[in-house]
């Protein structure tokens, strides 16, 4: 073993003790303290119990005192409780020996705390610090690692290498940094990494730019064409007027919905999204989405289910976001005068939002690639869409630490569930 590694474990061992006389101390106090309190509850009960066995009750008027019998020497050989209760003619009056019973008890509780310290010695101080040397150990790697570093001879002559090999290399996607020297390998190995991180967001980058580029030469093209037709006959033709403006009201606002999703995506990925979480009822959330789905669409049949009163600490406009998402693409895919259920609840302590329907269903092929961006099933394509509003869902979701879990089966349905 290097003398970096024995330092730094003479350090962690340093450490350790420090905080194990620490916790030693504070649970001796504790330990002292409690069987101290517990004596004196023990005894005080004790002696109510001779009180009300010689008296038949308690009575608060009442003077109570201890006194001792002594020998001509002045030993100790009993100490009495008496007992006088006042306002009454004659007064009662008791005298019990206490002695022998209060040696008893002291003995009961001196074993009690040696038993309890012994415990604490034995079992309670290893298994703390055992806990201590769990959390110190990442630490003590990071000690050992900078001390490892502080020793590396990196002379000019690897800064050289290093730079060298940066400037050559190849703009290739699969060209990699090889540097070729032992010393530089763990350099070299979070070059790489960050290589290979930097090319798959240069990846999605220019294929997110794509699939919007796409997406939105859609309904520009739809436009322009009907604007042509505007200018060439729609002067004049009053059905071709009312045709071509209905239509190109119809792409501005898909195009309007576009932009906005994409906007949202893109205030998320760079960070301007805040989430503003309190304390929510869930069931209040989904109800609220379920009355609203009521009312706007009359083609389907809605259901509410809710099991217990789940809540958790949420963005609660966030979250219904989330769980509109999952509801309008159920109504898409799902015929009309067909069921979709929406429920929420409680399953092995995590709170849960469901949204259930009886549509066209997906591959698992597709499953795998739902909450991708612009990615839409070949079944998917003849309905109305963006293939964006999963993404945002999926996005809202992973901000509260929650995830999906997915069931579903071709010409059957559908159940998406939110578990935070």
């Known amino acids: 073993m290097s003398s970096g590694e024995n330092n730094s474990s003479g350090r962690m061992n340093s450490i350790t003790r420090r905080l194990q006389a620490a916790y030693a101390r504070q649970t001796a106090g ?6 101290a309190l517990l004596f004196v509850m023990s005894c005080a009960g004790w002696l109510l119990l001779q009180e009300y066995r010689v008296f038949g009750q308690i009575r608060w008027n009442t003077d109570r005192s201890f006194f ?3 020998t001509l020497g002045g030993k100790v050989t009993e100490i009495f409780y008496r007992i006088v209760y006042q306002g009454v003619t004659p007064e009662e009056t008791a005298e019990i020996a206490v002695g022998k019973a209060f040696t008893i008890i002291c003995v009961i ?15 309670s101080v290893p298994r703390y ?29 690897k800064y050289h290498l290093l730079e060298d090999a940066i400037a050559n290399l190849d703009a290739d996607e699969s060209s990699r940094l090889s540097l070729g020297d032992s010393d530089l390998l763990g350099i070299e190995a979070a070059i790489n990494n960050l290589l290979t991180r930097i090319r798959e967001a240069n990846r999605q980058q220019a294929r997110f730019v794509n699939d919007a580029s796409h997406e939105l030469r859609t309904p520009l093209a739809v436009i322009g064409g009907y604007a042509d037709m505007l200018e060439r006959w729609g002067k004049n033709d009053e059905k071709i007027l009312n045709e071509s403006i209905s239509a190109i009201q119809t792409e501005t606002a898909r195009m309007n919905h576009l932009v906005e999703q994409l906007l949202f995506l893109a205030r998320g990925d760079s960070g301007r999204t805040r989430l503003t979480k309190e304390d929510t009822k869930l069931a209040d959330l989904m109800r609220e989405a379920y009355e609203e789905s009521v009312m706007i669409d009359e083609k389907h049949v809605y259901r509410f289910r809710e099991d217990g009163e789940p809540s958790a600490y949420v963005d609660a406009g966030l979250l219904k976001q989330a769980v509109r998402i999952l ?17 929420c609840g409680t399953e092995d302590g995590h709170p849960y939002l469901q949204v259930q329907d ?6 698992e092929s ?55």
């Not at 009886?358 to 591959?363: E, F």
């Not at 901000?399 to 935070?420: A, C, M, P, W, Y």
Request: hydrophobic share 45%; charged share 30%; glycine share 6%.
């Open 30 to 35: 504790r330990i002292l303290l409690s069987t």
């Open 68 to 70: 001792t019998e002594r």
């Open 109 to 123: 509780f001196a074993a009690l705390l040696i038993l309890r310290l012994i415990w604490m010695l034995l079992i």
């Open 129 to 157: 610090s055992t806990r201590v040397r769990k959390i110190l150990e990442p630490l003590n790697e990071l000690a050992l690692k900078a001390d490892e570093l502080s020793r590396l001879e990196f002379g000019e002559d």
């Open 327 to 343: 509801i309008d693409n159920a109504a898409k895919y799902t015929k009309e005068g067909d069921e979709i259920i929406l429920s």
């Open 358 to 363: 009886c549509g066209i269903g997906m591959a």
């Open 366 to 420: 597709d499953a795998r690639h739902m909450f991708e961006r612009f990615y839409r099933a070949d079944k998917a394509r003849s309905f109305e869409g963006t293939g964006l509003g999963l993404s945002i869902a999926k996005w809202i979701v992973d901000k509260h630490q929650g995830h999906f879990e997915v069931l579903s089966r071709q010409d059957i349905g559908t159940r998406i569930r939110i578990v935070l």
